[in-house]
């Protein structure tokens, strides 16, 4: 049963109306045409109406909501039913086939399409490379075979003007593995019909194309086109064309295949186009230029093209004369050359596909058996203003296709109340049998009078043919004609008869049914082509190589031939499981929005759609086998939810009707459960509704309990393992350190050059705190054994790397620090004496540094002067006067130094009060030695030591006061320069120092 859609889009399913009427069907059906939902089903028959209108219905979302489902589980589809068959086939490993049938417009062709498109889609799942190729090989078949066997008519803008069936082979897996084709190609390109590929090259080819072929893109200059009735062309030629090209390419044609295709459609064009005058009694053809055209595109010599078209060979025992056509003669090879030429090419454009997508080497012992799902598209019941040989033909085909859909139905149903235990009850039907007789009997039938006629030695016209008929079928219920029926006049004289179908009344012109069926092509146009000098052309025409007076036996006539590939073709489809399509046409004028009442009426009555209701609904409208059945209404009973312990699953089944009160609407099979009324159904659905929002609200609340509960033992697990994994971590860095640094002490360099392990992040505060330990050992190894003053200098130094390096050049860092350098001994009387002077004086403790300087006085004048820094005052002197104090600075009002990036040995001292001390230490020895480094960083270690600090800047140039005025101070080097020096500037001074 098909899934539980909302009443307002009708009834999913036929077999579900309440009331099995005529007027309840249209009311379903018309009421689901306008609600968009255009497939509905009769058991497992889809019904489709054709919606005019592209519908977002066909994309991958749907095919996977289809995709391994039963036919009740979705709402109605084409994918449903191709799955159903497909299912069919893997799993009980048997034939299928899926008849599309309906009448000329219903949607036939689209719908094969969409079921190809749906098992391309599903099959293959391990993307194998061969079985892609097969596929995409087989889809592109339906796009050059529609080019070629469709065209636009008054009722249908692609109407198939052939029949296919195509058989899609399958390996064990369930994936294609190659297809056959078998066509029923009957109208032919000439007075009625214009093929797609025609208006395709003419109005979508590309000019050098069309010039190469003689063609204009005006598709009224040919007359064929314009006899056909259809010039209105497509937007979109010129990429359909290019989409039949690239998909002859894909499927393996050549290039010169291709360019032969394209030639002969050139070549029938140009052949309706030809004229016939005469001369007397002479034929002639008046545009003559015509026939070398025809010469070039058909590869032959232009004169055996004139001679074809104009003589007839005829052999007369040993002798061979030729007779020379009349002008009608002429005019009737001409067309008939034209329609032979472009069946053979369709027959070979089929040839060639079944060629390449043959299942080739196939052996069952080692690939298993190979199943098939065939695939029926052929063109749908016609009723046209005149109707011909054409329309008689595919008439009779519906009739055999409506024959075996009644017989199987009846037959399939039969057979399963009989196998299930269910008595059978009997459903009037319309049995078409007596049509198909009428139509095919020996010596009776129609196509028997009309191949007697055709083999009648004599002039044999239509009219005689006509008489015959009514001669041999005069009280025949369904056939009828002028001359038996006088009053009728819609029927004229020695023209007309009329064919009851199940589809409606009939109106057929006799008019060429004996051309027609005698489908006679003169054996000069066959040597002609045979002879030709394209090889593509030639395999077209293999019985043109026999010679002139070998006499051949006489060939089947196009109504026995079209009659034994429909009863061979309905053969073939009585031994495969069928799956049914039933399309139906909502009206005349393609419109998306009309649904014509009596013209859906008249197609539901002629399909046996009512009857196949009533045949579903014989006594059961449905049935289930008990485990599905069961799967589905399980909750609805206490002894079956969630599982039941009965014996069986029919008794199960059993206990949950007769608790719902519904055990004598039922009937129990063998294997099945069956159903008799709809309510039944709606009411177990109700009930089921139910019970499972009941039990999705159980579930719920479970599912989401144990969620939580799933979450949290993730949780807490991770918690673990992440607890655990931290310690391994910290563990085994603890044991990574200590192991590199096990032997640290006996180490030359106390473990300098080990690698520090990289620490995780849980222990880098850790590993930068330990780090520092250790540091702070290692520096204490190197400094335990020093002396007080040693270890003055070394605090000193590295206070200077801390601040200096990489700021500046020369540090001075390796050689030994003195500090007190004029304390020497061409100094040492007349400093020493000052020095302690001002110790007794100032109470300074200690004489962090001293150093002869070059200065800028008050008077912007440079002098030679001495620095004497203690841990108290910091003391400019002149050495001149015996070192005599000359300006005394606390070394609290000192705020901090200034120095270049450079090399030279300028210092700033900046003071609390403005007024910057600027000097530049000179006198060192040996010459070039720095000294600014020792100055910044004993002042540095000072300033610590008394938990004060100090501001050291590295710029260039340095900014400072004089005075209280403001100015800069700039380092340049000149090369004559022997000795630093201050000279006055504009903004300040500069200090000039010696080049290299």
């Not at 219920?477 to 001359?483: E, I, P, V």
């Amino acid at each position: 049963m098909a899934e539980h859609e909302s009443l307002e889009f009708g009834k999913a399913d036929f077999v579900l109306l309440d009331n099995v009427s005529l007027e309840e069907f249209m009311a379903n059906l018309k009421l689901r045409f306008e609600k968009g939902r255009i497939y509905t089903y009769i058991g497992e028959v889809v019904v489709s109406v054709n919606p005019y209108r592209a519908m977002n219905i066909y994309g991958r979302d749907t095919i996977e909501q289809y995709k391994g489902r039963e036919l009740y589980e979705r709402p109605p589809h084409l994918f449903a039913i191709a799955d159903a068959a497909y299912k069919a086939m893997k799993r009980r490993n048997k034939d299928t086939c899926i008849v599309i049938s309906g009448e000329s417009g219903a949607g036939k062709t689209e719908a094969s399409k969409y079921i190809m498109q749906y098992i391309a889609a599903i099959t293959n799942p391990s993307q194998r490379a061969e079985v892609e190729r097969v596929k995409n090989m087989l889809l592109k078949s339906n796009c050059v075979l529609e080019a070629f066997g469709n065209a636009k008519t008054n009722r249908n803008d692609n109407s198939s003007r052939f029949g296919k069936y195509m058989d899609i082979n399958f390996d064990f897996k369930g994936d294609p593995i190659g297809g056959h084709i078998n066509n029923y190609l009957l109208e032919k390109v000439g007075v009625k019909c214009v093929f797609k590929c025609i208006f395709q090259l003419v109005k979508g080819a590309p000019d050098a194309q069309l010039r190469s072929l003689h063609i204009q893109r005006d598709p009224t200059a040919y007359t064929y086109i314009k006899v056909g009735g259809q010039i209105k062309s497509s937007i979109n030629d010129s990429a359909d064309l290019k989409a039949v090209t690239d998909a002859m390419k894909v499927i393996g044609f050549t290039t010169e295949e291709i360019q032969t295709v394209y030639k002969i459609l050139a070549t029938i064009l140009h052949l309706g186009n030809l004229k016939f005058g005469s001369d007397g009694d002479v034929t002639l053809i008046e545009n003559s230029k015509l026939v070398s055209i025809l010469g070039d595109l058909l590869s032959t010599k232009d004169e055996n093209v004139e001679k074809a078209l104009l003589y007839r060979t005829v052999a007369t025992g040993r002798d061979v004369i030729d007779k020379q056509h009349t002008h009608q003669e002429a005019s009737y090879g001409r067309d008939a050359l034209a329609k032979a030429i472009y069946e053979r090419l369709f027959c070979w454009i089929v040839g060639r596909i079944n060629d390449i997508i043959e299942v080739k080497n196939y052996d069952v012992r080692v690939h298993g058996k190979n199943t098939v799902i065939g695939v029926l598209d052929i063109y749908g019941f016609e009723i046209f203003q005149n109707n011909s040989f054409e329309q008689f033909c595919i008439n009779y085909c519906n009739e055999k296709l409506q024959q075996l859909f009644i017989q199987l139905v009846l037959k399939q149903e039969q057979e399963e109340y009989q196998r299930e235990g269910i008595p059978w009850k009997h459903i009037d039907y319309f049995n078409n049998q007596i049509i198909v007789d009428l139509v095919e009997q020996q010596h009776k039938g129609i196509f028997a009078v009309l191949d007697e006629a055709c083999m009648n030695v004599g002039k044999v016209t239509d009219e005689m043919f006509l008489q015959a008929l009514n001669g041999k079928l005069a009280k025949h219920a369904h056939y009828t004609s002028r001359k038996l029926s006088p009053t009728d006049k819609n029927l004229e004289f020695d023209r007309d008869f009329r064919i009851r179908h199940y589809a409606g009344d009939v109106a057929y012109s006799v008019v060429g049914f004996i051309d027609k069926n005698k489908d006679t092509l003169f054996q000069d146009f066959k040597r002609l082509l045979y002879n030709s000098s394209n090889p593509v052309l030639k395999a077209m025409w293999p019985e043109g190589k026999l010679s002139i007076t070998e006499v051949t036996k006489r060939p089947l006539t196009a109504a026995t031939l079209f009659k034994n590939s429909m009863i061979s073709l309905v053969e073939n489809l009585a031994s495969k499981e069928p799956y049914y399509v039933r399309c139906i046409k909502p009206n005349e004028v393609k419109s998306p929005l009309l649904f014509e009442h009596e013209r859906c009426k008249h197609q539901v009555e002629y399909l046996g759609l009512l009857e196949n209701v009533r045949v579903r609904r014989a006594g059961f409208a449905n049935r289930q086998i008990y485990p599905r059945f069961l799967q589905r209404y399980k909750m609805i009973s206490e002894f079956t939810w969630p599982n039941h312990d009965l014996p069986s699953d029919k008794e199960a089944v059993k206990r949950l009707l007769q608790g719902c009160g519904f055990e004598h609407d039922v009937a129990y099979g063998k294997t099945k459960v069956f159903i008799r009324t709809p309510r039944t159904i709606f009411s177990l659905e109700e009930q089921r509704a139910e019970m499972v929002k009941r039990i999705v609200l159980f579930l719920q609340k479970v599912w989401r309990g144990t969620l939580a509960r799933m979450h949290y033992r993730r949780m807490r697990a991770a918690l673990i393992i992440i607890r655990a994994y931290r310690r391994y971590k910290v563990k085994s860095y603890i044991r990574e350190v200590n192991r590199r640094f096990r032997n640290v002490r006996g180490m030359k360099d106390h473990g300098k050059h080990v690698k520090w392990p990289t620490p995780p992040k849980v222990l880098r505060k850790f590993e930068e705190a330990l780090r520092n330990i250790y540091n702070r050992w290692w520096a204490w190894t190197l400094i335990k054994d020093l002396s007080p003053e040693q270890l003055v200098q070394i605090r000193a130094k590295v206070a200077t790397l801390e601040c200096l390096k990489g700021q500046r050049a020369d540090l001075g860092l390796q050689r030994a620090w003195e500090g007190n350098y004029l304390d020497s001994p061409g100094t040492a009387s007349s400093f020493t004496l000052i020095s302690s002077d001002l110790q007794r004086k100032d109470k300074f403790m200690r004489v962090l540094f001293s150093c002869n300087v070059r200065k800028i006085n008050r008077f912007n004048k440079a002098e030679d002067r001495a620095l004497l820094i203690t841990d108290r005052h910091l003391y400019k002197m002149d050495p001149v006067k015996q070192y005599k104090p000359m300006k005394s600075i606390p070394l609290y009002n000192v705020t901090g130094v200034s120095i270049s990036p450079g090399k030279d040995q300028l210092v700033v001292f900046h003071t609390k009060d403005n007024r910057d001390l600027i000097v530049c230490l000179q006198g060192m020895v040996p010459a070039g030695d720095s000294r600014i480094g020792e100055l910044v960083g004993t002042l540095l270690s000072h300033f610590k030591s008394e938990k004060r600090k100090l501001q050291v800047n590295i710029v260039s140039p340095i900014h400072c006061s004089m005075n209280g005025r403001k100015c800069t101070v700039v380092v340049e080097t000149k090369i004559n320069q022997s000795q630093p020096d201050f000279t006055k500037s504009r903004s300040g001074y500069i200090l000039s120092v010696p080049g290299n």
